[in-house]
Structure formats: C-alpha cells, structure tokens
C-alpha cells in the first residue's frame, strides 16, 4: 500500500505521501489494495482478520501524517525492486492470486509504478527506458514476470491507460 500510495501520488503531482492521502481515489485503492492482503492472509495463515485491519488502518492513518514528511520520491524508489515477483506489489498480486484473492486494486500499484520517472532514481529511469524503447506490454512481462496471457497482464495495460 506504501508503494501504491506514492505511485500514484507520483501520477497527480504529489510531492509528500499525505498529499497523495488527501485523493480520495488513492487513498479508497490504497484501502482496498490492503483488503486484498489481509484476505490472502487470513487465507494462508487461517488468521482472524480483524487485527489485519487494525493494522492496516493504522497504516493508512501514517501515512495520512504530513508531519512525518515522507516523500512520493523517496516512498517509490526502485520500481525495479518493487515490481520483482518476490516483492512488495507483484509478490502481494502473487500472494493474493495464490490465495485464492482476485488482486484488481494491487494492479494499481504495479501499473502506476511504470509512470514513475524520478531523476536520479536507482531504477526509475531504467524502467521508463525499456518501456519507453519496448512497449508497456514487454515491461510488465519483464519487471513483473506476467505473461502476456496472463489476465492480469490485460488488466494492468487497461488500468495504466486510465491513468
């Protein structure tokens, strides 16, 4: 949810995390992002989900907190790692599918952080790069390891065109 929120942020022009809170759109797919997650894992661990919420909540209210001044920037960096199978956005979509969990608000994540174009970034640059030279399509199946017949490899082309 920390990823998506400064993504997306990123998209409207949000330079802290609690600016990009103050988007009812990005705080309302951050929410649902992390509803995603707690249902996969109530799934694997046959946890009681309430305490999941809590949690997440909580989250949600940090990062809410412009007194901690957290950057779009520095929340975002290295799409690169983020989008790796085993990470924070396509891990979670992973976890979630592997769970039985549809993760359609996940996907919002993943395809933000191919608009992520930060100067000086450790991978952004790279990321706009190949996708700028190769197309959306070839990047989601090369930082994320989602098949082209993936169905969520369609849904994440079609949520990156709304943005």
Do not use: Q
């Not at 809170?21 to 705080?27: A, E, G, L, Q, Y």
């Not at 952080?113 to 700028?132: H, L, M, Q, T, W």
């Amino acid at each position: 949810s920390h990823a998506i929120v400064a993504y997306m942020g990123f998209i409207n022009g949000c330079e802290y995390l609690w600016e990009a809170m103050s988007i009812v759109k990005i705080r309302n797919t951050a929410g649902s992002a992390l509803e995603e997650s707690i249902n996969a894992i109530s799934t694997y661990f046959n946890a009681d989900k309430e305490p999941l919420r809590s949690y997440a909540d909580d989250l949600l209210n940090r990062y809410s907190n412009r007194y901690l001044k957290d950057t779009v920037a520095r929340v975002g960096r290295d799409p690169k790692r983020k989008l790796r199978p085993d990470d924070r956005l396509t891990g979670a979509a992973n976890f979630c599918l592997n769970n039985g969990i549809t993760p359609e608000f996940i996907l919002y994540g993943i395809a933000a952080a191919f608009c992520f174009d930060v100067p000086g970034d450790v991978s952004s640059p790279e990321v706009i790069a190949f996708v700028k030279e190769n197309g959306l399509s070839a990047a989601v199946t090369e930082f994320t390891s989602i098949s082209a017949d993936s169905p969520l490899h369609s849904k994440i082309l079609d949520i990156h065109a709304s943005f």
